[in-house]
């Protein structure tokens, strides 16, 4: 079906703009006073240990209020703030897009920027932002390198993993992928974590290579950084993409079958 093989690159794309700064800065929309988020939010912890697990979407039109109640308090209880990674301040110098997920990435953040969404606008931007403001420390689960190569061990989105020959150059999104980008914001808004996945589904069904590598490689290498972490007291508010936190293979999986339990709290 045309539209979830669109949806499927949207959600593979969104997930490799991992802490992308944009060009500028985005404009928000002053926000609906009528409208409010409720994004998933789960909780970990033992006696002396909490860590909140945050599904965030990295893209946003800031139209919506959902950094408040449940989110805003457990953010403000946390001693540290968990991203996927920490961009640095000056990008290295990374030579041409990889054959791989990078620039179907650049070419969707294009389709979304037509929706109002922005990287800048998106959870992870506005989590880092505040933690930089009260002075609450940031860690990253994977170096920016770790990032850079993940996104070069991807497999060509043009061209299926059986076909024989040259990569091709990916076309630009096709502009049907709008429809579905705002779908997944508007799902992440209700907190009904669905629509991502059952993209993220799609994902594992097109390209079982792209879905071991963004999400069941990575999903295990967190829930074993979570599991190390609930050795150390204190509260710790972790925020990675909401298609990471769904599924059969999703971190709280993970850490179920490590013996750790989790339970949503918004």
Known sequence: MRGTRLCATALASLLLLTGSPSPARAQQAAPDPAA??????????????????????????????????????????????????????KLPSVGAPPAGGLA????????????????????????????????KPVLGLESFAQQLDMYRSLPSPARPAATAGPAVTAAPPDPALAPFLQ???????????????????????????AYQRLFVDRNAAWAQWIERRLRQ??????????????GDDSVQVRLAEAGIRSARVN
């Open 36 to 89: 409010f988020a409720r994004p998933a939010l789960w909780v970990v912890g033992d006696a002396d240990t909490t860590i909140f697990l945050f599904g965030t979407i990295h893209t946003h039109d800031g139209r919506a209020h959902w950094f408040d109640h449940a989110v805003k308090r457990a953010f403000d209880s946390a001693d540290t703030l968990v991203l996927e990674t920490i961009v640095p301040d």
């Open 183 to 209: 779908a997944m914001v508007d799902s992440w808004n209700r907190g009904d974590p669905s629509t991502i996945a059952a993209v993220v589904g799609e994902v594992r069904r097109q390209s079982p290579q």
């Open 233 to 246: 007291p204190g509260v710790v508010f972790v925020a990675v993409g909401t298609g990471h936190l769904v």
């Open 104 to 135: 179907a990435a650049r070419a969707t953040v294009g389709e979304a920027r037509k929706l109002g969404l922005s990287v800048e606008l998106g959870a992870d931007q506005v989590l880092a932002r505040a933690a930089g403001v009260v002075g």
